[in-house]
């Protein structure tokens, strides 16, 4: 067991493979691969990206942009040329899949021009699709602010591009505003995805 928890790969591996097998006991046990069935797979894609983004969003802002101050600077380095890079790869395309499976989510529920209208073309007399598009509007500034802001600052304040100390200093300010701006928008967005779906079901 130890040999297989040693290797992150194996480890992801396996838990998919173990998914993959109660989504097969879902299937068995429901009969029918209809949209329904595809609801609950998109879902499940929809939270999983989901974690890994905001996950990440919070490790930025709670963990690592606090703490960079008290590092001393030969250490710096480890963080802003290994840790940072990485974290930054999987947040960004985690946030590209959470915002894809949500659209697809919205579209095969059947409410994704409601949503987008946050309610207009129903006359704003459904709440369920006025406050899941408030979300998904939500949701959709922070992924645009990942890979238009956060992403591009970030690679010329880690030095993935070549940039003088100052245009570096000013790359870094950006890239933590709008990780902030994401912060503050992260709270209200998970109250609409959250409370919608037991609200409203």
């Not at 899949?97 to 989510?105: A, D, E, P, R």
């Amino acid at each position: 067991m130890a040999g297989l928890l040693a290797n992150l790969r194996n480890t992801v591996i396996v838990s998919f493979v173990l998914a993959l097998i109660i989504i097969a006991g879902y299937f068995m046990h429901y009969g029918s691969a209809d949209a329904i069935f595809w609801q609950a797979v998109f879902r499940w894609l929809h939270v999983l990206a989901g974690i890994m983004w905001i996950g990440l969003l919070y490790y930025f802002n709670f963990v690592q942009i606090p703490t960079m101050p008290k590092i001393p600077a030969e250490l710096k380095p480890g963080v802003s040329k290994f840790i940072a890079p990485e974290a930054l790869f999987w947040f960004r395309w985690a946030a590209l899949v959470t915002w894809v499976m949500g659209i697809i989510l919205a579209f095969d529920r059947g409410y994704l021009l409601q949503a987008i209208t946050l309610g207009a073309t129903e006359g704003f007399k459904v709440p369920q699709h006025s406050f899941i598009g408030l979300g998904m509007w939500l949701a959709t500034i922070m992924f645009f602010n990942v890979w238009a802001f956060i992403w591009p600052a970030q690679k010329i304040a880690l030095g993935l591009v070549e940039a003088d100390a100052d245009a570096k200093a000013a790359a870094a300010r950006k890239a933590m505003l709008f990780s902030r701006t994401n912060t503050l928008l992260s709270i209200p967005m998970l109250v609409t995805m959250t409370m919608n779906q037991t609200i409203f079901g």
